[in-house]
């Protein structure tokens, strides 16, 4: 089945540490979205990359960092730096402009 | 500012009790509207893209339409299984970033 994995589903953080999010797509799309989700809020989009190597910073990308070295792969790194990180995280997958999303399960980050 | 504002934010509805989600936007070149369904702890299933002003479109108890200004989710003869978050979301002009409005909160009583 085609899809998109995150994991982990449940990730916990001490203070100071840096943690990655993966997220997995075998859609062969060619873009792919990093989002927040907070309590009563929209999405908030984090970074972006349209093509392989290639990558944008979305509205709140300060404190986070991506990669993508993969066509099926955008790991996402939540940095020290980001003071408030404990949220719902999404991963999302487009085929081209102006296309629907498809969105992984989602990671669940807690900050101890 | 390019702005997309969904009401209400929460609606308790009975079994059977028909009714609609609005979304309204603010934007410069609507290229298309995208509804989502959100269970808790999960991520958003697609529902709908409209990309046009009379634009409609149906899956199974749930139809969508589109004006020049905002976008109606009706919900026909709603079961407890239709009780999920909807949110919407707006892409416009050249900006590939989608803007999402803060969501519905439907709950669906027996």
């Known amino acids: 089945d085609g899809g998109i994995t995150q994991s982990p589903k449940y990730l916990f953080r001490k203070e100071g540490q840096n943690v990655t999010l993966s997220c997995e797509q075998n859609?062969?799309?060619?873009?792919m979205y990093w989002y927040r989700q907070d309590p009563g809020q929209g999405l908030r989009l984090i970074y972006y990359s349209q093509i392989v190597n290639d990558f944008q910073k979305g509205d709140i990308a300060e404190g986070y960092s991506v990669s993508r070295e993969k066509k099926e792969s955008f790991p996402l790194t939540v940095t020290s730096a980001q003071k408030n990180p404990t949220a719902f995280y999404l991963c999302?997958?487009?085929?081209?402009?102006?296309?629907?999303?498809?969105f992984g399960p989602g990671t669940r980050l807690t900050v101890l | 500012e390019d702005q997309v504002t969904q009401s209400p934010e929460a609606l308790r509805l009975q079994e059977g009790e028909s009714s609609s989600l609005n979304c309204s936007y603010t934007v410069s070149g609507l290229r298309g509207l995208f509804w989502y369904r959100q269970d808790p702890g999960k991520g958003p299933e697609f529902l709908f893209t409209?990309?046009?002003?009379?634009e409609e479109k149906e899956k199974e108890r749930l139809k969508a339409t589109l004006t020049k200004k905002e976008s109606f989710l009706h919900i026909t003869a709603p079961k407890p299984e239709d009780s999920a978050t909807y949110l919407c979301?707006?892409?416009?002009?050249?900006?590939?970033?989608?803007?999402w409005g803060a969501g519905t909160k439907l709950i669906i009583k027996p």
């Open positions: 859609l062969n799309h060619d873009a």
């Open positions: 999302a997958s487009e085929q081209g402009p102006y296309n629907e999303q498809f």
């Open positions: 979301a707006v892409q416009a002009g050249s900006n590939y970033q989608l803007i």
């Open positions: 409209l990309y046009s002003a009379g």
